[in-house]
């Protein structure tokens, strides 16, 4: 286990909706061990991956400083840490998303004027005789 201290945060409320995750909050990490100060340090929520610690984010083209693996166990402590941060400053926490619709296949459903139906039985092959003894049948 690291020691890790979480030295602040702020809140992000520009989150424009374009990425598959909402970034929530940055914040500033200090490792004791290290002797470093991690800044920008970005709390994230995506309905596939949950809560996420994410490296200090840089402009493209820039050079990564720092990176670890959303998995490690370093980052899955620095997510606990930062999202009971979050919560004890009073950020409001992401519903997830509804599961997806069961998609259904409806037959379709039409009516069609006496004139119009001789195509439609062209068509779909119907002989006419079927479609009298159809229409005195009831059906």
């Known amino acids: 286990m690291t020691a890790i201290e979480i030295r602040g945060m702020s809140f992000f409320h520009a989150d424009d909706g374009r990425n598959p995750f909402v970034t929530l ?5 200090y490792l004791p061990d ?9 709390l994230t ?12 984010a840089v402009k493209r083209g820039d ?3 720092v990176q670890w693996f959303h998995r490690s166990e370093f980052a899955r402590e ?6 009971d941060m979050y919560t004890r400053m009073g950020g ?3 519903t997830p998303a509804e599961p997806p619709l069961e998609r259904r296949t ?3 459903s039409f009516t069609l004027h006496e004139d119009d139906s001789t195509g439609l039985r062209r068509v779909l092959g119907v002989d006419a005789a079927a479609v009298e003894a159809c229409n005195v049948a009831g059906l």
């Open 78 to 83: 620095l997510t606990v840490l930062l999202l």
């Open 45 to 56: 929520w995506s309905n596939d991956r949950g809560y996420v610690a994410h490296s200090p």
């Open 25 to 29: 909050a940055f914040a500033e990490v």
């Open 63 to 65: 050079t990564i400083p």
């Open 106 to 108: 409806v037959p379709a």
């Open 92 to 94: 409001t926490l992401p």
């Open 34 to 42: 290290l002797s470093m100060t991690l800044r920008k340090v970005g």
